[in-house]
């Protein structure tokens, strides 16, 4: 394949991925406005406290997701080599939002009502464009980058990260013990759909990236540069929504909010924040000969 063919292709995938990201953006602002924090027209089949949920994603997804993905596509199309930063934070919180969205409601459940099924194609659209973007970052970064890490911040940076993940998994597996106990949980109880979805993609998603994150670092620092960005923009919005859940819960009076829950997310949070900072300040690239 001709230099000429590679451009053009490249310049074609790059157009697809700024128009999609942008496209994304438009919907995450558009489910907020008409969702339960604004318009309320969208109602979604759970409990008083999913909603709470649902409330402080949309604040995230509105303030934070919209103009990350708005502001990435924009200046990709327009061939930003910074733009590849913001790109690469956002497909994997897409695909968790879209699914969470689609498959957390409480269909079964006759007590709830709800009208959310038809946005069955933005959620399908915000996944199938997760997956296209997450495919498509992972080959911005190339060579022309590498990381360079002191050792004694890594060691304390990943030993406090590795505590607090295993801290966090072992709140969740605590509850779903009792669920499988038969000690009803109050979440539980509210939304037992929601309640799976979200400790299937916590245990078996969140907190494993994580601690896969922790590894790479050690092992494999400059060839993992995008799994990297890819796990932290995942890390950093998600645990952004779920501290605005939180809070919102608090607001709204949720039955299942609990001040330990959010002093822990809150408290990850922080190391998240940190974590990126730290990742973010040991990449360099190469100074022009």
Not at 73 to 79: A, E, F, K, Q, S
Not at 109 to 128: C, D, M, P, V
Not at 134 to 141: A, M, R, V
Not at 149 to 173: C, E, G, N, Q, R
Request: proline residues 3%; contains cysteine.
């Amino acid at each position: 394949m001709n230099t000429t063919t590679s451009q053009k292709i490249a310049d074609f995938e790059k157009m697809i991925i700024g128009i999609i990201s942008i496209l994304c953006g438009g919907i995450l602002i558009y489910l907020t406005i008409y969702g339960p924090f604004f318009l309320n027209a969208i109602h979604y089949k759970t409990s008083l406290s999913g909603i709470s949920q649902i409330k402080g994603q949309d604040l995230v997804n509105l303030f934070l997701m919209a103009p990350l993905l708005i502001t990435g596509g924009v200046t990709h199309i327009l061939n930003k080599d910074f733009s590849r930063y913001l790109v690469i934070l956002t497909p994997v919180y897409l695909i968790y939002y879209g699914l969470s969205m689609g498959i957390g409601m409480e269909w079964g459940f006759a007590n709830y009502s709800g009208n959310s099924e038809k946005l069955t194609f933005h959620f399908l659209f915000l996944i199938i464009s997760g997956l296209l973007i997450l495919l498509y970052s992972n080959t911005l970064f190339t060579q022309d980058v590498s990381i360079t890490f002191k050792k004694k911040p890594m060691i304390i940076y990943s030993a406090i990260f590795v505590i607090f993940l295993l801290l966090f998994s072992m709140m969740w597996l605590k509850e779903v013990v009792m669920v499988i106990n038969n000690t009803i949980s109050v979440s539980y109880e509210q939304s037992p759909v929601l309640f799976w979805v979200i400790r299937y993609f916590d245990l078996g998603l969140s907190i494993p990236l994580g601690l896969l994150s922790v590894y790479l670092l050690w092992t494999r620092p400059n060839s993992a540069i995008s799994v990297q960005l890819l796990f932290y923009g995942f890390f950093i919005t998600t645990i952004t929504a779920v501290c605005s859940m939180g809070f919102l819960m608090y607001l709204d009076h949720a039955p299942d909010f609990s001040i330990s829950v959010l002093a822990v997310f809150m408290v990850l949070a922080l190391i998240v924040y940190a974590g990126f900072i730290f990742i973010m300040s040991a990449i360099t690239k190469p100074k022009p000969s």
